[in-house]
């Protein structure tokens, strides 16, 4: 069965550092992976997505992730932080084999941006 | 129209009440989808429709029942619903196989009283 870990519920930066979010995944099969992101009382917002070819892929608001098959991970990253990236990002995984699209999401990771 | 609408955006409702929450795309999407999410917590499975059909029920009390009139429309009738059934409901629709993700509407929050 597949399923997602996300390493920090809560990350904390300064306002112009790097933010590095952690997700690793389990999988039989190399599955296909994304990043989404929840601001408060709105619905998901799908950041970027890897499924096949480049593994360094990159999405909206400057952030970009790197698949690593070796290491089953799929860390987000944004050189420099600014306020309004202070949100809820869900790392989630789906099976190419499967025929709906389920998605299978990770605990999410609170990030903070302090000024 | 790249959008996933969702109504009403704000819902309370008493614990005798029967009411309705509404999703619509015009995506040309085949797969629709419903989750249910609490404060904190990432979304869970509800239900997956798949070309207008039930493809699958987590385990869902029947007090929730979902309906796909049309491939743009899904809606979830519920009934007799329980103070821990408050959360966020979102809807969510995609191509189909998994490699697209979803797109989200901004989901509905429901309050049972």
């Known amino acids: 069965a597949q399923s997602v870990t996300q390493l920090g519920s809560h990350v904390s930066v300064s306002e112009g550092a790097l933010v590095l979010l952690r997700c690793n995944y389990s999988s039989s099969v190399p599955p296909y992976l994304f990043w989404y992101v929840q601001y408060p009382n709105q619905g998901l917002q799908l950041l970027l997505k890897y499924t096949t070819g480049a593994t360094l892929v990159k999405g909206i608001n400057g952030f970009e992730a790197e698949f690593k098959k070796s290491e089953t991970s799929f860390h987000l990253t944004k050189p420099s932080a600014h306020m309004s990236d202070a949100a809820e990002y869900f790392c989630a995984v789906s099976d190419p084999g499967g025929n709906t699209g389920k998605l299978i999401f990770g605990q999410g990771t609170t990030l903070q941006v302090k000024p | 129209d790249t959008e996933v609408t969702q109504t009403p955006k704000h819902l309370v409702m008493g614990m005798t009440n029967k009411k309705s929450l509404k999703c619509e795309q015009h995506?040309?999407?085949?797969?629709m989808y419903w989750y249910k999410q609490k404060a904190k917590k990432p979304p869970e499975l509800m239900f997956v429709y798949s070309y207008e059909k039930l493809s699958i029920n987590e385990s869902v009390p029947s007090r929730f029942s979902p309906e796909c009139p049309n491939s743009s429309l899904l809606n979830l009738h519920l009934h007799a619903l329980q103070p821990e059934d408050s959360a966020l409901y979102l809807c969510a629709s995609s191509p189909g196989q998994g490699g697209y993700g979803y797109t989200f509407g901004s989901g509905t929050r429901l309050t049972v009283v």
């Open positions: 995506m040309g999407h085949r797969a």
